[in-house]
């Protein structure tokens, strides 16, 4: 897909899917990071060790890891996507310029997973600047099966989820099922309102997350210190100087990358009965 063409989808509906971004060996190889990473956690959880950044979640008597957030620190490896030209382009191209990433994370869903994620907004605050989560798929996501689920539009809507839930239960709005295969990418705004339901199959379902958003308005926002934003332009720097195959191999995290992390909250819906 051109990157006019991304960019302008995004700018219009608030998301867009990309069709086989990753290469399927890429895929295969991430694949491989996920699991060591996740087999790693898990032993560390039944050592009992307390693990920041990590929620697993206690299911018929089974521990599972379901998200990992400050990705880099327990897998540096999966930085090598920073360094994928073909992912980053279209990123530029949304983005407009030059791009650090906030956050980045990994979420697994699996069976005895029995909830999946009800519909919000990756950041309260509303704003036109194009800031963006992108989602790496390393395994088919299923409309029938809980795959993401978006309202069009709705990162240029006043209204709050609350209210975006509302209307989307008396047919007001209208959501759209993304149904994505491996190696694509999905990337929404974080104003798009989405959801997700629980795993219906007994297939594990990872995606690997990141947010991007300009340098510039990282330089302007006063909740970045110039620290963390010189940690992360020496990320990017690092990881352009290498080639991916070295990145995946080689490449190693600052001791303190994550001393300040500080993004936005995210927007949900809480409701308690009067």
Not at 25 to 44: N, P, R
Not at 140 to 167: F, M, N, T, W, Y
Request: charged share 20%; aromatic share 8%; net charge negative.
């Amino acid at each position: 897909m051109e990157t006019k063409l991304v960019s302008e989808q995004l700018k219009q509906q608030g998301f867009v899917l990309i069709k086989q971004v990753i290469e399927p060996s890429e895929v295969i190889a991430l694949g491989h990071f996920c699991q060591h990473l996740t087999d790693d956690v898990k032993s560390q959880h039944l050592a009992g060790r307390s693990l920041n950044n990590v929620a697993i979640m206690q299911q018929a008597g089974e521990p599972f890891v379901y998200r990992i957030n400050s990705l880099f620190q327990f897998q540096p490896r999966f930085a090598c996507l920073l360094a994928h030209t073909k992912l980053m382009s279209y990123v530029e191209a949304i983005v407009g310029e030059p791009v650090l990433p906030s956050y980045e994370s990994i979420v697994i869903k699996n069976s005895l997973d029995s909830l999946g994620f009800d519909w919000h907004r990756d950041m309260a605050v509303k704003t036109q600047e194009p800031i963006i989560t992108l989602g790496i798929y390393l395994d088919d996501a299923i409309a029938e099966q809980g795959a993401l689920k978006v309202v069009p539009g709705s990162h240029c809507s006043q209204l709050c989820v609350c209210d975006i839930k509302r209307q989307l239960s008396d047919s007001r709005l209208q959501s759209v099922n993304v149904t994505a295969k491996a190696g694509d990418v999905v990337i929404h705004h974080v104003n798009t309102a989405h959801c997700s339901g629980r795993q219906e199959s007994s297939a594990i379902r990872r995606t690997i997350y990141f947010e991007f958003r300009a340098v510039s308005h990282f330089i302007n926002n006063p909740r970045f210190s110039s620290q963390w934003i010189e940690k992360r332009q020496a990320l990017m720097a690092n990881i352009k100087a290498l080639n991916l195959e070295h990145t995946q191999r080689h490449f190693q995290l600052p001791n303190d990358f994550y001393n300040t992390q500080q993004i936005e909250a995210a927007e949900y819906c809480f409701e308690f009965a009067q």
